[in-house]
């Protein structure tokens, strides 16, 4: 893979997701409806992370792109 992510920002997107529900994390940093997947992706490399909640809570999305645990952040946009 060719391609590497824009990056969206350099923080998590604290997000209340809803138990249940499926979202689709954004992986090329293009969506305009960050943190989710918006179709910009079309004609590359990239597709979007399926993400179902387990509980209603409060999750932090990546949005640098980077992460390890994707689409979840785990603090890799303070290396970058």
């Not at 997000?15 to 940093?29: I, S």
Request: hydrophobic residues 30%; positive net charge; glycine residues 8%.
């Amino acid at each position: 893979m060719t391609d590497t992510p824009e990056i969206a920002q350099k923080a998590p997107f604290p997000v209340e997701v809803e138990e249940g529900k499926t979202y689709f994390w954004c992986a090329c940093g293009k969506s305009a409806k960050q943190p989710f997947c918006d179709g910009s992706h079309k004609g590359s490399d990239f597709a979007p992370v399926k993400y179902t909640a387990e509980a209603s809570k409060k999750v932090f999305f990546c949005g640098c792109k980077n992460s390890a645990k994707r689409p979840l952040c785990d603090g890799t946009h303070s290396k970058l």
